[in-house]
C-alpha cells in the first residue's frame, strides 16, 4: 500500500481523480520507480515554491 493509503489502481479508478494526475501515473509507471520517485519530489517541490510565491505576493499586495 502506498504512503498516501491508497495505491495507483485506486488512483486510475477514481471518477473524481484529475485527469492531468491519471495521465502522470499512468505515463510514469512505465518508468524507473526510483527515477519517478525522485522526479515527483522534485515537482512537489518546485509548485510548493510557487505556491508560496504566490501567497506571498497576495499578503504582500493586501498589506
Do not use: Y
Not at 4 to 9: E, I
Not at 24 to 44: G, K, M, S, Y
Amino acid at each position: 500500500m502506498a504512503r498516501a493509503g491508497v495505491t495507483a489502481a485506486q488512483i486510475l479508478a477514481d471518477p473524481a481523480a484529475s485527469f492531468a494526475l491519471k495521465a502522470v501515473l499512468t505515463e510514469w509507471r512505465r518508468r524507473d520507480p526510483i527515477d519517478a520517485a525522485n522526479d515527483a519530489r522534485l515537482l512537489r517541490d518546485v509548485l510548493e515554491d510557487e505556491v508560496d510565491r504566490r501567497l506571498a505576493g497576495r499578503c504582500h499586495d493586501r498589506g
